[in-house]
């Protein structure tokens, strides 16, 4: 049981997890800050109010049943940022070396369609010596 453990620990898939866990909360930090810190006053601004941000109350004068718009569109900013990061960092390059680097494999020929090369192959031999 522990040798299983060791040589999935050793196989390289788990380091290069661990490696892309801590990179990605790297990079989510500081998309966060940058939609914290810059988004979300140039959304602010655009709701016109300046104590609140983009969105409305439900109770007025109640700041507990503010609704954020403003939140939900920096989220959503946020959340592309990082898929496009994501997609054109690692996926692009990931598939581009995928392509490059590898063989592709030839369909697996049916009982029938490998017998028929068989005879073909017997057939023209027999041709070619008559013997």
Known sequence: ?????KDFLLRGNV???AVAVVVGAAFTAIVTAF???????????????????FGFEIIAGNAETFVDIGAVITAAINFVII???VYFILIVPYTHAKKRFTVEEQAALTDVEL???IRDLLSESARRDPA
């Open 15 to 17: 380091l290069d997890l």
């Open 35 to 53: 939609t914290e810190n810059i988004v979300n006053p140039l959304v602010a601004a655009l709701g016109g109010s300046e104590e609140m941000g």
């Open 115 to 117: 017998l028929t090369e």
């Open 83 to 85: 898929a496009a990061v």
């Open 1 to 5: 049981m522990l040798k299983g453990f």
